[in-house]
Nanobody, 118 residues
């Protein structure tokens, strides 16, 4: 089992910045990737950014150049950070992190709200 705890959401004006974090504990010795997804009201969930075990990252086009993923590997905790700059109203959504161990199961965090006012 893997436990995910997210933090860092909130309300910010357009052009502002926020930092999200996702701490993974439990059976985290082996994994493929961690990622952030978001879902805005009335819209489908979308993959925002992903960081692989190797450290390589990928971003959806809408956030390239504005969002940056990083990761801190400790013995019992892996923490993934999402630095979000130049936020836009269309970034408003619930952001959820995921942990992907080998195989098909994906663990999901509880989500954190990001609201960007115009």
């Amino acid at each position: 089992q893997v436990q995910l705890v997210e933090s860092g959401g909130g309300l910010v004006q357009a052009g502002g910045s926020l930092n999200l974090s996702c701490a993974a504990t439990g059976s985290i010795a082996s994994y493929v990737a961690m990622a952030w997804y978001r879902q805005a009201p009335g819209k489908q969930r979308e993959l925002v950014a992903r960081i692989f075990n190797s450290g390589s990252t990928s971003y959806t086009d809408a956030v390239k150049g504005r969002f940056t993923l990083s990761r801190d590997n400790a013995k019992n905790t892996i923490t993934m950070y999402l630095r979000m700059n130049n936020l836009k109203p269309e970034d408003t959504a619930v952001y959820c992190c995921t942990f992907e161990p080998p195989g098909s199961r994906v663990y999901w965090g509880q989500g954190t709200q990001v609201t960007v006012s115009s």
